[in-house]
């Protein structure tokens, strides 16, 4: 039932009708508001009213907060999802009301990014945007009709680099590695080369975990989708040698490491000495390549290097013509 009331000049509509929540708008002319409420009645009698009023009352930002809180904390990479919607909750489209969130705006805040950003960065923003909704809808009870993510087509990505370490580039780099004042920057760039750690295993990995005599590790919490957050992994010879060599850290850990930011750091100064532009996360390619071309199965390429899906290990296995060309031969 519809009752009106005159305030301020103004008609004040209220729909109240059973099992439902009291729903009201104000209008300038009583005419507009009678039609409101009929609308509405009939909507709500047929079950198609859309309750936009919370939607309406939080902005994409507030939500981007929440979905940090409740997703974000309970996976691996926490500190780098935060980083994104920190930068992401700074963005004029972090200040829209979610019922004003549309296709178009998204459309607008993609082609405003893709000035500044490279396609694989829009994208993981765009997903961030389209995952914080879904968790609204799902999780926290918030009505929108649709996810305005799931109109926008995403940026085409450019090709993937096949690019590994040469050998002569691995001899430059663990020569000049020892001029270096991180004193475990060549064994860093060997765990990633012979093991196939990434950088965040390499900072984490911790002495206590790792047996010299039978020459393996055990890395904790890593990157992995599952909720087992632990692999072993061999060591190399030559990485054991290294670990020797280098004085306890206080903290336990194998790299006197305190974050990204300070080995980034210091693997920068390094390509500037050697010229090399290659990023450290080459190193896994390397080791994926090399492991291949000496025989590894797939599995066991995939418990020392943690990959549980075929399809990312083979972006990361680049064979070269001509080792296939000798195999071909033989």
């Known amino acids: 039932m519809a009752t009106f009331r005159k305030r301020l000049g103004k008609w004040e509509v209220r729909v109240r009708r059973f099992n439902n929540k009291t729903i009201s708008k104000t209008f300038l002319e009583k005419e507009d508001a009678n039609k409101w409420a009929r609308d509405v009645e009939v909507k709500i ?86 995952v914080s909704v879904k968790h609204a809808r799902q999780m926290l009870g918030i009505y929108l009709p649709n996810n305005p993510c799931d109109f926008v087509k995403r940026l085409k990505e450019p090709e993937f680099k096949a690019d590994i370490i040469e050998e002569q580039e691995e001899r430059l780099l663990l020569t000049q590695s020892e001029h270096s004042k991180a004193n475990w920057l060549k064994l860093a760039i060997m765990l990633g080369i012979d093991c196939g750690l990434r950088r965040g295993e390499i900072i984490k990995l911790r002495r206590e975990n790792c047996d010299l005599i039978k020459g393996t590790a055990r890395l904790l919490d890593t990157k992995d989708p ?12 030559r990485v054991v040698e290294e670990m020797r060599k280098l004085p306890l850290n206080f903290d336990g ?29 080459t190193t896994r390619h390397t080791f994926a390549s090399r492991c291949a071309m000496k025989g590894w199965s797939i599995a066991e390429i995939s418990a020392q290097g943690g990959w549980r899906n075929l399809s990312v290990l083979k972006r990361y296995t680049h064979i070269k013509a001509p080792h296939l060309s000798k195999k071909l031969g033989s």
Do not use: M
């Not at 919370?54 to 902005?59: E, K, P």
């Not at 599952?226 to 010879?237: A, C, E, H, Q, Y």
């Not at 850990?253 to 996360?281: A, M």
């Open 226 to 237: 599952t909720k087992i957050r632990s692999r072993d992994i061999g060591l190399s010879p």
């Open 253 to 281: 850990r194998v790299v006197n490491c305190p974050s990204n930011d300070n080995f980034h750091h210091f693997y920068s100064q390094l390509q500037r000495w050697t010229g090399i532009k290659k990023t450290f996360h």
């Open 45 to 130: 009698e047929k079950g198609l009213y859309e309750d936009l009023s919370q939607a309406n009352t939080i902005t994409l930002g507030e939500l981007l907060k929440v979905y940090a809180k409740d997703v974000t904390t309970t996976k691996a990479g926490v500190n780098e999802e935060k980083y994104k919607i920190d930068k992401l909750c700074r963005q004029p489209i972090a200040k829209l009301k979610l019922a004003r969130l549309t296709p178009l705006q998204i459309r607008k805040f993609q082609d405003q990014c893709s000035l500044v950003y490279n396609p694989s960065t829009v994208n993981k923003y765009l997903t961030l945007i389209s």
